[in-house]
């Protein structure tokens, strides 16, 4: 009974510890089966947040086709006549240091030998060696170091495409994924024949055309295993591998020439005969001769051109600038310019004769200087240019037109002060303000206060007559109300400022024009381009669209507007800047039958003058000055000299026509109710002074700064009386126009 009663407690125990390790197993399995679905549930969720990732951030093409980007066809700029018909304007030949090889004309051994070193798997992955980027994703883990590798011939080509370079995970799979798309869109063979013609092998040299004329003075077709070699080893480090930087580079290149041949053996490529044969090979170093070439000097328009297009290309096709420069020297483009050839050779026929302009010196001896801008104000086409005087020596020299930045002076005023105020209805053309010197006025946002050009006053005046006369003060009173930042936000987001800066953000430069680092002839005329255009700003351009040689449309160049002001705003400025045109400081511009409008501007000490205007039919930005800034002494302002003598042939035989007619609000009361101070009578006006008086003094920052909000700031409301806090601030001048002109006033609507 005893053994049978101890069976039975054994076969119990047995049962229950079967029992607990079963339970134990099944909790085992539970947790396991719970970890594995939340790793299942993690990794789709994952999959899922990266593939948006991707779609979001890194599925960006290259936007534009290698067939588009051949760069053995000379590229030509075209312009349109009064009939519609298109004609060659210049036509833009390669002088970089490229010449290009067709795939059939590429040497096998060529081809294996970038194989054989850089991409082993090049013939069977699909743009991505997924070996080496796993172990170079492993690599970087393990050492901390965001140092890659493990980049394809493919990998390679886009990034030397698009130069995009810099050492990020995010770099690194945005290539990854363009390599996957690239290898869908192209052969091995397309691939191969880009790869081995844009790389850079040295001595300024760009491809394997380039690299065998530069070293063995041989066509490609012609070279042997062992300079096919020599050639594609130096493609690893240029500075470590050219022969011809020194006798070390050259045993750098040897050494490796030969790690290339071993390779190339030891993947099947050559024989062992083959592998030995061009070991012993004695490299003969010889340069090609360089050929003839006459340089054609292109216009300072045609140079605009390559510029702009330059530019849109970088940006909107995502490439460098090196291949932009291929693509537009090489690349057989079909541009079609903006140009008035009727225009621009008015233009040339003042430019180029430097007796057009005062033959004053600087104290360094240069001459004068000067570009202008013409544009239409309604299409945003860049008419004609010029960026200086006398015969151009080069292509692609510095382009005063668009690339100078000088101070406007007061040809600011009225995009930076007064069309802002009209158009927050803060002022009308019968507003009066007062005129006053510093110890009568304190403005509420700074200490700063100016003083005018020649230091007189003239009392309380309206703002068409400050605006005529340039009155500094005013302009300053103006931006106090309006705010800086508000006038800030108009010039930068509504009229097309780029070379503004936070520093610009203030009083002087905004009330005054002294910028910081100063606007381009092109951002003034542009500008004003919304004055004659109903309050409608167009950016300027100098092309329409580009095909490429097949006829495809590469860039498409249309219009590019923002309302910047309401219309009746733009209607109003034109209204008082007609006035300033045919009384005021820029009376040197008068057309007489056609009508004009335009601002004056001069810099500290005259270094610049400046003259914006415009018709209703063109407008046009001239500045003169000379390129190292100093002091002009001249008579009047030969910047609205020069845009008279290019507006009254350029307006022959146009039928007259007039601006709109602005609808005036009633005057406001922002500065105070005040009564206008009497005008003098025209015995006790000054005359002109033909001499330079006081320069420019900026003041005191007031320490604002420039805001991004989603709407204008709020410019300060009227108050019923002028603020008369003092502050000790210097008073700052501007360099005189002309003296105060007073004109009778028009009773607001």
């Not at 800066?501 to 002087?508: G, I």
Request: proline residues 6%; contains cysteine; charged residues 20%.
């Amino acid at each position: 009974m005893d053994k049978k009663k101890a069976r039975k407690t054994a076969k119990v125990a047995t049962e229950a510890t079967i029992g607990t390790v079963s339970g134990v197993f099944r909790t085992i399995f539970k947790v396991l089966a719970t970890i594995l679905l939340i790793f299942i549930t993690t990794g789709l969720l994952f999959t899922c947040i990266f593939a948006y990732y991707v779609k979001t951030n890194l599925s960006q093409n290259l936007d534009i086709s290698l067939e588009t980007m051949k760069v053995n066809l000379a590229s030509t700029i075209y312009y349109t006549d009064s009939n519609g018909q298109s004609h060659e304007l210049a036509q833009l030949h390669g002088k970089e240091n490229r010449i290009w090889v067709e795939y059939e004309n590429i040497p096998l051994h060529m081809e294996h030998a970038a194989v054989a070193i850089e991409d082993k798997r090049f013939y069977t992955h699909k743009g991505v060696d997924w070996y080496r980027t796993v172990g170079a994703f492993g690599n970087m883990f393990l050492s901390m170091k965001n140092d890659f590798g493990g980049s394809t011939l493919t990998q390679q080509l886009i990034k030397n495409i698009t130069h995009e370079d810099d050492i990020t995970v995010q770099r690194k799979l945005l290539e990854i994924f363009r390599a996957l798309e690239f290898e869908r869109m192209y052969t091995k063979e397309e691939i191969m024949e880009w790869y081995l013609n844009v790389i850079y092998l040295g001595s300024s040299g760009y491809g394997i055309g380039t690299a065998a004329n530069t070293y063995f003075d041989k066509d490609v077709w012609d070279l042997s295993l062992a300079e096919c070699a020599c050639i594609i080893g130096i493609t690893n480090n240029p500075s470590k591998y050219d022969p011809y930087i020194s006798s070390a580079t050259r045993q750098n290149n040897k050494e490796r020439q030969e790690i290339i041949l071993w390779e190339m053996y030891d993947q099947g490529y050559i024989t062992y005969d083959e592998y030995t044969a061009a070991v012993a090979e004695e490299l003969n170093f010889k340069r090609g001769a360089d050929e003839d070439y006459e340089m054609t000097i292109n216009s300072y328009y045609v140079d605009a051109v390559i510029a702009d297009v330059k530019r849109d290309l970088m940006e909107q096709k995502g490439i460098s600038e090196e291949i932009a420069n291929d693509l537009i020297f090489s690349g057989g483009l079909q541009i079609y310019a903006c140009i008035d050839m009727n225009a621009q050779s008015i233009v040339d026929s003042i430019y180029s004769d430097p007796s057009q302009f005062p033959s004053v010196k600087s104290p360094t001896g240069e001459s004068l200087q000067s570009a202008i801008v013409l544009m239409d104000p309604y299409t945003g086409e860049i008419l004609a240019l010029s960026g200086g005087i006398g015969e151009k020596t080069g292509n692609l020299v510095f382009n005063r037109a668009v690339d100078a930045k000088r101070p406007p002076g007061s040809s600011i005023k009225p995009i930076a002060t007064y069309g802002p105020a009209i158009d927050q209805g803060l002022i009308s053309p019968s507003t009066k303000v007062n005129d006053a010197p510093r110890d009568e006025i304190s403005l509420s946002g700074t200490s700063w206060y100016p003083s005018n050009a020649g230091g007189g006053n003239m009392g309380i005046v309206t703002i068409r007559t400050a605006l005529i006369n340039s009155l500094n003060t005013v302009s300053a009173q103006i931006l106090d109300k309006l705010t800086p930042a508000v006038s800030y936000q108009y010039l930068t987001e509504r009229l097309g400022f780029t070379s503004l800066v936070e520093e610009d953000c203030n009083y002087a430069p905004l009330s005054l024009g002294q910028l910081t680092n100063g606007a381009t002839v092109r951002e003034m005329c542009q500008a004003y381009s919304a004055f004659v255009n109903d309050g409608v700003f167009t950016y300027a351009r100098t092309y329409s669209h580009i095909l490429d040689s097949d006829g495809k449309v590469v860039l498409d160049n249309s219009p590019d507007t923002i309302v910047a002001f309401k219309a009746n705003t733009a209607w109003t400025i034109t209204e008082m800047l007609s006035d300033a045109a045919r009384y005021g400081t820029g009376s040197e511009s008068y057309l007489g039958s056609m009508p004009n409008a335009g601002k004056t501007g001069s810099s500290s000490d005259y270094c610049d003058r400046w003259f914006v205007g415009y018709t209703p039919y063109y407008v046009a930005a001239v500045w003169t000055g000379y390129d190292t800034p100093s002091r002009m002494y001249v008579y009047g302002n030969p910047a609205a000299q020069t845009w008279k003598k290019v507006m009254l042939p350029l307006h022959e035989g146009l039928p007259y026509k007039t601006f709109k007619a602005a609808q005036f609000m009633s005057p406001t009361n922002i500065f105070g109710e005040l009564e206008e101070t009497p005008s003098p009578s025209p015995e006790e006006t000054e005359l002109p002074s033909e001499t330079p008086s006081d320069a420019v003094s900026p003041g005191e920052s007031s320490g604002n700064s420039p805001t991004s909000p989603t709407d204008l700031p709020t410019p300060t409301p009227p108050s019923p009386s002028l603020p008369v806090t003092p502050g000790p601030t210097t008073p700052a001048t501007t360099t005189p126009e002309t003296s105060p002109i007073i004109l009778p006033e028009f009773p607001a609507a």
